[in-house]
Nanobody
Framework: QVQFVESGGGLVQPGGSLRLSCAAS????????MAWYRQAPGKERDLVAA???????KYADTVKGRFTISRDNAKNTVYLQMNSLKPEDTGVYYC??????????????WGQGTQVTVSS
């Protein structure tokens, strides 16, 4: 059974930092490209960052230089370090594996997500 469990969100002031974690199970984690997605209120879920099995990374233009994605294959866990947070980073953050075409690999197995709210 595919499962993603996200954690680490919260309320933070602009300029602050958070570190998100996502524990994956039921997938071949070591060989999977993993990704973080964000769904802002009233908007679609968009790619934030991705990391390949070879640890190459990709970021949305809006987060480049502020966010860092990483993975721990021993723990089947992917992380998102978010620095210099802005109000527009607010949303629910989800993780999933990513297929060769760039789409979520398990579109029917989203976790509960973790809420990030950036506000003063």
């Amino acid at each position: 059974q595919v499962q993603f469990v996200e954690s680490g969100g919260g309320l933070v002031q602009p300029g602050g930092s958070l570190r998100l974690s996502c524990a994956a199970s039921g997938i071949a984690f070591v060989v999977s490209e993993m990704a973080w997605y964000r769904q802002a209120p009233g908007k679609e879920r968009d790619l934030v960052a991705a990391v390949t099995s070879g640890t190459s990374t990709k970021y949305a233009d809006t987060v480049k230089g502020r966010f860092t994605i990483s993975r721990d294959n021993a723990k089947n866990t992917v992380y998102l370090q978010m620095n210099s947070l802005k109000p527009e980073d607010t949303g629910v953050y989800y993780c999933n594996a990513r297929d060769s075409g760039g789409s979520p690999r398990f579109p029917f197995s989203w976790g509960q997500g973790t809420q990030v709210t950036v506000s003063s």
